[in-house]
């Protein structure tokens, strides 16, 4: 089998660039690998607005399953509904939409034994020979990256009645806090249907799913939503990067592959999101006009360089979030955060913030002892071998 181009995992990342492809380069050989017996796995994708360029959003809409033109925060001392646009992809319609663009070039429920630049080795033997390989199988692992973790547990229900809201409660931080910073992340999905994750940004990766089902069903019991039917379940590990050796993520290999979404950390460092550096790796790929081993190798790993560069800050802001905040008291940094004005968050969560938009978020009282934030100013590599993560690239 021959192929222009090989992507390996049929996660989030490398779908866009397989839809991106087909709407711009529709005369490439493509294929897609993936172990499951779905693109896209189980998950729920979401993006602002604000995160993408109009030009973006609009050749990403045919996989968007829901729109809202706001969304809540509530926290012990601050509620605030920010006025902004807010989005959710299904893993179902990614599967619909990318399946149909690639029509029977998409292998799945097939394990991969052995990856190169121009050739992908299947479990049986069979060799699939490419133009370029690009390495979309989630989260590498190992000890390059030291992380916290932000982490879920959410049930897609059917209500009895209908809830009433009419926008995503993103962050209600109002609950118990357990295991670091805690909150509930409600999304509207119909009048009577809901998506309720109990989420913490906590220490270990470590999912306790029965705990986390109770407090879901608590949550939705205390706020009267009487429960007819659970439609569903997902859950995910996102990692929050602290620190770590890019360089050396990039040495552990393969050799000279392509690299996409986790795999090559392309994602926000803080709140472990993927689909905002999806889309513009997708773009980027579909401008090049050769797409050969070399050339994506170069410019997956050029993109991942620059983003761990330009991403220092933030992963100063994870540091004084996971050492030098309280487990039980990482709420107010955020409680804080979402006092500031409503453009420096939408450039946050875009990860492009301007020189005063990092003095603002400095400036005045920390909300965690300064003696301990000064003590995260310096970033350190790991020293153990390092969790992994469980959202598909």
């Known amino acids: 089998m021959k192929v222009d181009l090989a992507l390996v995992g049929g996660g989030l990342a490398n779908c866009l660039i397989a839809l991106r492809l087909r709407q711009l380069r529709p005369e490439l050989e493509l294929l897609v690998v993936e172990r499951g017996p779905r693109l896209g796995g189980n998950h729920t994708w979401s993006y602002h607005d604000s995160d993408l360029t109009a030009a973006q959003r609009a050749w990403l809409r045919p996989l ?8 809540e925060l509530r926290f012990p001392r601050r509620v605030r509904v920010m006025e902004a646009g807010y989005n959710s992809v299904s893993s179902r319609r990614l599967h619909e939409v990318v399946g149909e663009a690639l029509a029977d070039r998409a292998l799945l429920g097939r394990e991969v034994a052995e990856l190169a630049p121009d050739r992908v080795r299947l479990a049986g033997g069979t060799v699939i020979e490419a133009g370029a390989v690009i390495d979309g199988r989630g989260d590498p ?22 809830h009433g809201l ?97 795999r090559a950390a392309l994602f926000h460092p803080t709140t472990g999101y993927s689909l905002a550096e999806a889309v513009r790796l997708a773009d980027a790929i579909a401008a090049e006009r050769v797409l050969g081993a070399e050339t994506l190798f170069e410019l ?42 409503e453009s420096l968050i939408h450039r946050f969560y875009a990860g492009r913030l301007r020189w005063t938009d990092k003095l603002r978020l400095l400036s005045g009282r920390p909300p965690v002892p300064l003696r301990r934030a000064l003590a995260c100013l310096g970033e350190r590599r790991p020293a153990a071998t390092g969790a992994t993560t469980r959202e598909a690239a």
């Open 141 to 162: 692992g190992g000890r390059h990256l030291e992380l916290g973790f932000q982490k879920f547990l959410g049930l897609f229900l059917r209500l009895e009645h209908g």
């Open 166 to 262: 009419a926008a995503p409660i993103l962050m209600d931080a109002t609950v118990g806090q357990v295991d670091g910073y805690r909150f509930v992340y409600t999304l509207p999905l119909a009048a009577d249907e809901l998506l309720v994750e109990d989420t913490s940004y906590s220490d270990g990766p470590e999912l306790d799913r029965e705990r986390l089902r109770g407090s879901v069903r608590g949550y939705v019991r205390e706020r009267g939503w009487g429960v007819a039917e659970v439609a569903g379940e997902e859950e995910g590990v996102l990692p929050i990067v602290l620190g770590g050796d890019i360089q050396g993520l990039w040495a552990a290999g393969p050799a000279g592959v392509a690299r996409s979404g986790m």
């Open 64 to 71: 968007v399953a829901h729109s809202w033109p706001c969304h």
């Open 300 to 341: 997956t790993r050029r993109r991942s360089l620059e983003l761990w560069r330009d991403n220092s800050f933030f992963r100063l802001l994870n540091r004084m979030l996971f050492r030098a905040a309280a487990p039980e008291r990482r709420y107010l940094i955020f409680e804080r955060f979402y006092g500031l004005p």
